[in-house]
Nanobody, 124 residues
């Protein structure tokens, strides 16, 4: 089984910085795109940032210039560095990845996985 485990959430003051990590574990062959999403109660989950296996990145307009997504392909880990945080960044943050595993017939099958979520609260 493969899974994603997030860490790094917490309480931070407006204007502060916080870093999130998401580590994939299990019998992993490869990982395609990895992304961070966030959700507040009563609203749909929204894409925050994404990074391809080649390192190309994409950000929501609301976080451009403030958030940075990166990945370590050796550690199977993706990071989200958040700075200049605003109260409206308060949400549960989830990572998502398409993880390749070797199937019984020796082909690669990609499984979509979500992390358990980590709460980020921006408040004074």
């Amino acid at each position: 089984q493969v899974q994603l485990v997030e860490s790094g959430g917490g309480l931070v003051q407006p204007g502060g910085s916080l870093g999130l990590s998401c580590a994939a574990s299990g019998s992993i062959f490869s990982i395609r795109d990895i992304s961070w999403h966030r959700q507040v109660p009563g609203k749909e989950r929204e894409l925050v940032a994404a990074i391809t296996s080649g390192g190309s990145t994409n950000y929501a307009d609301s976080v451009k210039g403030r958030f940075t997504i990166s990945r370590d392909n050796v550690k199977n880990t993706v990071y989200l560095q958040m700075s200049s945080l605003k109260p409206e960044d308060t949400a549960v943050y989830y990572c998502n990845a398409h993880i390749g595993v070797i199937d019984r017939d020796r082909t690669v099958r990609y499984l979509e996985r979500w992390g358990q979520g980590t709460l980020v609260t921006v408040s004074s």
